[in-house]
């Protein structure tokens, strides 16, 4: 069943870093051998990322820190704070930027926050209970008695995980659901060498968005999510991974990926648009999970898209970097603004490796209604 996204609001740290200085802070984690920083800074460069925001930051110090919670490594052994003290932060931070991101949502939809049915929340950088949920309720003035349901720990796609239990919800048409995705990944930052791991801490940043949802709603501009799809690429399992280490939680991530996508692809979108009577040519808006340029280039040489298709995340990157989860939202919010397609495709990427789509309609305003004489 299709349902309305009233609303789309987003939420970022109030401190930012540019590529140029994570380059260099994450020289200090050990992360490169000594005298080779500029390699370390030319790679950071690639990913196409001009500034990330991070709950860490700190107004800089006289001695130039930017942060104090990761310190400079002591030796190859140091692998940075322990898991327990990253979940520690997670709980005292992630509150605050989900509910900032939420109360913008409910503003712009016009929903009181006591008509709120169902919660659902979203994240898989952190884990506290009570936790974000119930600091939401409490923030926002939620009905004690509303129906809380949390999607954790699924990777970068969440955010259609959160929005396929929001539309099973909005099929009972009194109910209106609020979604909320808060990802906080500059807490697992990682220290040591290992390849991908220095890539993540390139590009992975804090951010939340959030939506509120319904069978129906006002006439306003919009989306609708008409069909949602979800798939698992062939021979891919270890290409992509997410697991909880002493030290925090730590990302597997192959070169293989944007191949596979590159070569597969294609053929799923294909399939999945044929089963609505569309083609890839039909589609106006093209909203991609920006996991890094060498995803969103492949995807697009996969679908031969436009130069300026994927502009809504190409600019998502580079002004936000990869937030988890919370990603595809702020593109599907920018989107709004930006395009005026009357049909978006969504898709995002996760541990499995798995894919997961979203066939968006473009719900646009009324016309006002005819008040002239007739002649």
């Known amino acids: 069943m299709s349902f309305a996204i009233l609303s789309i609001a987003t939420a970022s740290p109030p401190l930012r870093i540019s590529q140029s200085d994570a380059a260099a802070m994450a020289a200090s984690f050990g992360n490169l051998p000594p005298g080779r920083e500029r390699s370390l800074a030319a790679m950071y460069h690639q990913t196409r990322i001009r500034t990330r ?8 110090a006289a001695d130039g820190a930017l942060q104090q919670f990761f310190p400079p490594a002591t030796g190859p052994e140091d692998e940075g704070p322990t898991t327990s003290a990253r979940m520690e932060r997670y709980a005292e931070e992630a509150g605050r930027l989900a509910v900032a991101a939420a109360r913008e949502a409910l503003a712009l939809s016009g929903v009181d926050a006591g008509r709120i049915t ?6 898989c950088t952190g884990f506290a209970n009570p936790g974000v949920d119930l ?5 926002l003035g939620l009905s004690p008695s509303v129906a809380r349901t949390h999607v954790g720990f699924m990777g970068c796609h969440g955010a259609f995980n959160s929005l396929r239990v929001a539309g099973a919800f909005a099929a009972d048409p009194r109910s209106v659901v609020l979604v909320v995705a808060v990802e906080l990944c500059s807490l697992h930052f990682q220290y040591g060498r290992r390849g991908d791991l220095v890539v993540a801490n390139a590009i992975f940043a804090d951010g939340a968005a959030a939506l509120v949802a319904a069978a129906d709603g006002p006439p306003r501009d919009g989306w609708r999510v008409r069909r949602q799809w979800s798939s698992i ?3 891919s399992a270890g290409d992509m991974g997410w697991e909880i280490g002493d030290h925090g939680f730590r990302m597997t991530l192959s070169p293989r990926v944007a191949g596979l996508l590159e070569r597969g ?3 799923l979108v294909e399939e999945t648009l044929a089963a609505e009577g569309l083609g890839i040519a039909d589609i106006g808006a093209w909203a991609v999970h920006p996991g890094g340029p060498r995803i969103l280039d492949a995807i697009g040489v996969a679908l031969d ?9 190409q600019a998502v990157l580079a002004d936000h970097g990869n937030m988890s989860s919370a990603t595809i939202l702020f593109i599907l919010r920018d989107l709004l603004a930006t395009t005026d397609a009357d049909r978006c495709f969504a898709m995002a990427f996760g541990p499995g490796l798995t894919a997961e789509f979203a066939l968006l309609d473009r719900a646009t305003p009324a016309p006002a209604p005819f008040s002239g004489n007739a002649s």
Do not use: F, K
């Open 265 to 267: 692809i294609r053929g």
């Open 135 to 139: 600091q939401l309720v409490a923030d």
């Open 53 to 60: 925001g991070s709950v860490l930051l700190e107004a800089p």
């Open 233 to 235: 690429l062939p021979d």
């Open 305 to 313: 898209l436009s130069p300026g298709a994927l502009m809504a995340s």
């Open 118 to 123: 169902h919660l659902v929340t979203c994240s």
